[in-house]
Structure formats: structure tokens, C-alpha cells
């Protein structure tokens, strides 16, 4: 009886393809990943308008802390996307600039920087959107409010949330998700979300960059709920690994429905300083 074997290469590449995951196991985790984002999105309906008072805490690699006071005013638009409008009142050097964003559907949001010293309204173009919002460690693109349909997804894995954020209890544990940036001016090819399964919660999302690089990573703290419903950290740390540099926002009031309307978020309201 004669015998013949495969060409070694051959044997390789077939061990290599065996432990691909198969076109139906990623669809069921693209599937899945979906879902999530999907309740998310679901649970956050309802809550009309929003408005609250933060302090923005930036910290330098030595450790230096510079700190800003903003409002920060959110309209829930029912086909996802909320509009909304940032204003600093201070300090006196950044008092009155303000950011508006109108997010749009199968499009780049708009957005446009108010920078009272100049008297001036700068649209932000769609290739700056990863740029520095004023200095901090957001980007202009991390200022928009986010839709399921502005990401394709991939379900990871189910961890405990403490692995992730260590403000968590015990118990709680998380769904990791990677999501991809459908808008090709994106600064990120990747973002890896932490949610919590009780609540469907963002805990953490680590930020790659354009060289899939994991360049930033935000923590969302202090969870707290209002109306019986909504979910709010009042704490946000995004800290910059390539930098060394840490932006901390700090909620000190949270209000809804409070009757907010598009004429509060207009270009005309972004010249008067969000007032």
C-alpha cells in the first residue's frame, strides 16, 4: 500500500484556516454587537431635553490642573441624534466660546466654534473633527451624540465590568463590544465599549487611532439616575496614553424636560454664548 502526504504548507494552511471563525459565527457577533448598541439607544428615549452645569478639569503629564466651568444643553431628536450646544463661562480668557452640533444622518455632523474673541463662528470641517476640543483630551468628534447607525459592530466577549472600571460593584458584569466608524473622516478605525449588562451602560471606551493604535480611553463614573429612567455618570475621565494628559468632566447638576427648543440651539444662540 502506498502512502502520501500533504505538503507541509498545506497542512499549515489548513490548521490557519480551522481556527478562523467562521462567516456565520460573525455575523451572529456583528448580529449581537448590534443588538446592544440597539438597547442602548432604546432606553435613552423619551427624556425630551436636557441641561446641566460641569466643571472640565484639564491635567498636563506633570500633573497641573487648569479648570473650566460650561453648560452644556442636549435636544433629543426621535430618529436619533440629539442636537446640542456647549458653552464655557469660564475662565475669563474662554468665556463665551461655545461649540453647536447638529448631527446628521448618513452624513458628518455639523458642527460650529463660536470664539467670541475673534467675534467669530468657525465651522468645523468634517477632516478636523479629530482634532482637540479647546485644548482638552475630547475631540470634536467625541462631542457629538452617536447613533447605531454610525458604526458596524463585532460582539467580543463577557467580562466583569470591574476589569474595566474599578467604580463598579462586585457583581456587575459587562458586554464588550467593538465598534467601527461608518464615516471615513472618523479619527478612529476602532472603539472597544464596556457595558454593563444590568443597565446598558458605557462604562469604558478605549479609542484607536488611524494607526490602530489605543490612543485614549474614557471612564464614565458616579452613575446616577434621574426621572426613575435616565442614566447619568457624573464623572467623565478621558485620558490621552500618547500624551500623558487627562481631561475630567464633573457634573454638578443634571435637569430634564425642561423645555428646551431649536431656537436654543442655533447659530444665533452659539453667538450669544449659549445664552
Known sequence: MIFTSKPSHLLISAALFALLPSPW??????????????????????????SAE?????????????LRKLAFKRLENQDGGDKSLISFNFPADIKGTALLTHPQPNASDEQWLYLPSL???KRISSRNKSGAFVGSEFSFEDMTDKVVDDFTYQYIDTAPCLEANNTLGNEAICDIVDRFPVDKQSGYTKQRV????AHRRIVRIDFYDRKQAHLK?????AFTLFDNQYWRPMNVEMTNWLTQRKTRLVYSSIAFKQGLSDNELNRRALQRGGR
Open 119 to 121: 467675534n467669530r463662528v
Open 194 to 197: 464596556w457595558v454593563d449588562q
Open 217 to 221: 480611553t474614557m471612564l464614565a463614573k
Open 25 to 50: 459565527a460573525l455575523a451572529d457577533a456583528a448580529g449581537k454587537g448590534r443588538a446592544i448598541a440597539t438597547e442602548i439607544e432604546m432606553r435613552d428615549r423619551g427624556f425630551l431635553d436636557s
Open 54 to 66: 460641569v466643571e472640565m478639569i484639564l491635567t498636563n503629564n506633570t500633573g497641573n490642573e487648569t
